[in-house]
């Protein structure tokens, strides 16, 4: 059953159960206040019938008689009627106007006053019957009488009346309920093709259309229409990390191609050396360089996979438990691995002790991670001159810069070196990398709520500034 229809049936008959309930009640109130009356007038006039009776014992030697008379001033209201019935001789006495009909008298039941409606001539006529009492026995009966034709047909009318009444109320109300119904549901209709129209196209950009937004279905074209453009900016996410995924993917295989090439290479030469029975000095010499080469590339891949599996890692929501932290011994241990480092251009680096008593919310081992990944990069891509390491606080912040004299990056590249798997330009294939480096760095600066300042220009070098925020 469609909505439309539960609505309107609903409606008609919540209707209908109110006209019939009004309608009994209004019937019945009036049936009780009408009857009420008459009976009362009824009763009231059998009163002064009664009032007007006189008893006469009549004795002789062998029988006796009680002989009922009335009153010949006694009269009644109009329309109405009286009879007295004598159960001792079986006298009636009546109203002139009854004349020929007598009322019907069931002896038995007098014992108390009653009223009951009786058809006569066809017409149906309300009697109030009395018992009539000589000495504390029963002796007759007082009866006052009414036609109720005209009420009876008055409450007939208002019975078909009310027949009628709710039978087309209720009719009107299921056209009705269906046509307002239609018209309030149009809204809903439109809106359920506009959703079907989004869901066939799969375009999520389209909304669904209402003119009035004030009510309720406007409210919830609002919500649908929120909901629809939340589910765009998701799906745009979604379909950006999906694309992002399977780019990761290709460039991981690609860069992993190259040194497993490599590897195989040399050891399916070294292996044709070996099986050859006379080796000489000179496929000694092969020998070694091969297996030189072997160990170059697997460190190379070694550090690769390193770096995907953290990547991996940090994309599975890994979580770097911070702590307060003392800058200054970090920043020290580095500079020492540093310093014994094998080094083409100067090692330079400020005054440590800016960073006495700076504590950061952080994790050391990271903080180490990070700070060597510039400058690794900062030596690699520094051919001659120096790379500086300088430390500033400011306003709760501490600063710590990478700065170098080397080749310099392109303003247009800066946005895109955190990309995994970039590399500009000039350093692909004359620099040894991965392109992963950066990637990592930004991780843990993002996990550290600490931020990082890039200024480069080419073939005049590059600093790189991390800020960190104090304890
Ligand atoms: P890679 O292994 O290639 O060094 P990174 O993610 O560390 O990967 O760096 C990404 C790219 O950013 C590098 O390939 C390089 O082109 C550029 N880059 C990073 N650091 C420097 C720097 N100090 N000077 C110039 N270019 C740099």
């Known amino acids: 059953m469609t909505l439309k229809t ?47 009776i006189s008893y006469e014992l009549e004795i002789s030697r062998r029988d006796w008689n009680l002989l009922i008379s009335i009153d010949e001033r006694a009269s009644l209201q109009k329309g109405m009627f009286f009879q007295i019935t004598n159960f001792f001789n079986g006298a009636i006495i009546k109203s002139s106007n009854l004349g020929y009909l007598e009322l019907p008298v ?49 409450f007939k009318i208002l019975r078909y009346a009310l027949y009628i009444l709710t039978l087309s109320v209720v009719l009107l109300a299921v056209v009705s309920g269906r046509v307002l119904s239609k018209v309030t549901l149009k809204p809903l209709q439109s809106m359920i093709e506009d959703l079907e129209k989004i869901r066939n196209t799969g375009e999520l950009k389209n909304r669904v259309f209402y003119k009035r937004s004030k009510d309720e279905v406007g409210t919830l074209v ?25 780019r990761f993917v290709a460039d991981a295989s690609h860069e992993l191609r190259t040194p497993l090439t490599s590897i195989l290479g040399n050891a399916q030469l070294l292996q044709k050396v070996w099986l050859n029975k006379s080796i000489g000095d000179s496929e000694l010499e092969d020998s070694i360089e091969c297996i030189h080469d072997i160990v170059d590339e697997a460190e190379r891949m070694r550090k690769l996979v390193n770096d995907l599996l953290f990547l991996a890692r940090s994309d599975s929501r890994l979580k770097i438990e911070l702590q307060e932290i003392e800058f200054k011994p970090i920043v020290e241990k580095v500079i020492r691995q540093v310093d014994v480092m094998p080094k083409k251009v100067k090692w330079l680096h400020n005054d440590i002790s800016v960073l006495n008593n700076v504590y950061i919310l952080g994790n050391s081992d990271y903080v180490q991670q990070l700070l060597l990944i510039f400058i690794d990069n900062a030596f690699k891509y520094t051919l001659e001159g120096s790379v500086e390491l300088s ?34 330009d000039h350093s692909r294939g004359k620099i040894e990398g991965t392109g992963l480096g950066l990637s990592i760095a930004k991780f843990i600066i993002d996990e550290h709520h600490a931020s990082v300042e890039v200024t480069s220009s080419k073939d005049i070098g590059s600093t790189f500034t991390i800020w960190f925020r104090e304890c």
């Not at 009420?36 to 007007?52: F, M, P, Q, T, W």
């Not at 400011?394 to 946005?415: A, C, F, H, Q």
């Open 6 to 52: 539960k609505l309107s049936l609903v409606h008609s008959l919540i209707l209908m159960v109110m006209l019939i309930v009004f309608g009994m009640a209004l019937y019945f109130f009036l049936h009780q206040y009408i009857y009420k009356d008459i009976k009362k007038n009824l009763a009231y006039e059998a009163g002064l019938v009664r009032k007007s």
């Open 106 to 154: 069931e002896g038995k039941k007098v014992t108390t006053a009653y009223f009951d409606t009786v058809s006569l001539l066809e017409s149906p006529v309300l009697i109030y019957s009395a018992p009539l009492t000589f000495n504390g026995d029963i002796v007759g009966v007082v009866q006052s009488a009414v036609n109720v034709s005209q009420f009876e047909n008055f």
């Open 222 to 246: 609002t919500a649908i229409n929120f909901m629809l453009e939340s589910i765009e900016i998701n799906f745009e996410k979604i379909n950006y990390m999906y694309i992002n995924q399977q």
């Open 391 to 424: 430390f500033t606080t400011n306003n709760n912040m501490v600063g710590i810069s990478i700065k170098d004299t080397g080749i310099g990056l392109d303003k247009s590249e800066i946005p895109c070196i955190f990309d995994r798997f970039y590399r500009a």
